[in-house]
């Protein structure tokens, strides 16, 4: 048998390399995997936060339109709410999932939401006091979305204050 001197080091082999490439590739693989898939959830979750905030703007553009009312508000079929203001008249609508708002006859109507479900513009009478509920459902971003986006928003007519 033949003697080692001790201060001689061993050096990798061919085989011991392929496996540590192969182990990286491996780890790097499951870690862009991971990347790819908190990129995919990031951009839901901005989509869905960013349908919150418009709704919720939408929703008191509503109440400030409910409010500075100057006449009677008509709804005919809970879609279209016709709010007279000042001298004007706003229309809000609700047709092929997009709900508007036209803010004069004159004007072209404005979409406001896209991706809605469904809308209804209601009257709630309760005693001497006229208010309105809008309930609103937008298409959820997540196509199988454990909670549905829903909101309601209430208005009471302020009778042009």
Avoid: C
Wanted: aromatic letters at 6%; proline letters at 6%.
């Amino acid at each position: 048998m033949i003697a080692r001197s001790p201060d001689r080091t061993r050096g990798a082999t061919l085989i011991e390399m392929l496996i540590y490439i192969g182990l990286l590739a491996v780890v790097l693989g499951v870690g862009v995997n991971g990347l790819i898939r908190v990129w995919g959830v990031h951009g839901t979750l901005r989509r869905q936060s960013d349908a919150i905030v418009l709704a919720g703007d939408t929703g008191e553009r509503w109440r400030a339109d409910i409010r500075a009312a100057t006449g009677p508000i008509r709804s005919d079929d809970g879609t279209t709410l016709t709010i007279p203001v000042g001298d004007h008249v706003v229309t809000w609508g609700f047709g092929n999932g997009i709900v508007w708002r036209q803010a004069a006859s004159d004007r072209k109507a404005a979409p406001l939401l896209l991706r809605v479900r469904a809308s209804r513009m209601t009257p709630e009478i309760r005693g001497p006091v006229h208010a309105w509920k809008w309930e609103l459902e937008l298409e959820p971003v997540p196509t199988r979305a454990r909670t549905l986006p829903l909101y309601t928003f209430f208005a009471v007519e302020g009778g042009g204050s």
